[in-house]
């Protein structure tokens, strides 16, 4: 694992954070590592064979998609959470990344604290 996740884990354990997304979930480490400390985490992928590596907890919430379309679902819904913590590990290029971010943040879906 890396050193940034123990640090990202200290952090979490400081506040109760709510509302955890993860973009990417691949073989499950950083979503297994990290969701546990949010009472709601939303994990991202459209590759839905990632999901036997999830460790389901109550606070499990899955889309199988792109990035773009979870977006895309946040604008249409009346009730899309404000996310506490995003961790982008989705399309591995710097302008999936960024793109992302900005649609992410744009649309105020993230805890700006």
Sequence with gaps: MHAFME???TYLELPS???YLEFGIG??????RLAPHFHRAVA????ASCLEYVKH????EWFHGTT???????????TAPIFSMVYIDAWHSFEQ??????????SSFVSSY
Excluded at 27 to 32: E, H, V
């Design 7 to 9: 640090h990202l884990v």
């Design 17 to 19: 954070p709510t509302v």
């Design 27 to 32: 073989s499950g480490d950083a979503f297994n």
């Design 44 to 47: 991202v992928d459209k590759e």
């Design 57 to 60: 907890q109550g606070n499990l």
């Design 68 to 78: 773009d379309e979870f977006i895309e679902h946040l604008q249409k819904s009346r």
């Design 97 to 106: 990344v960024m793109q992302d971010f900005l649609q992410l943040f744009k």
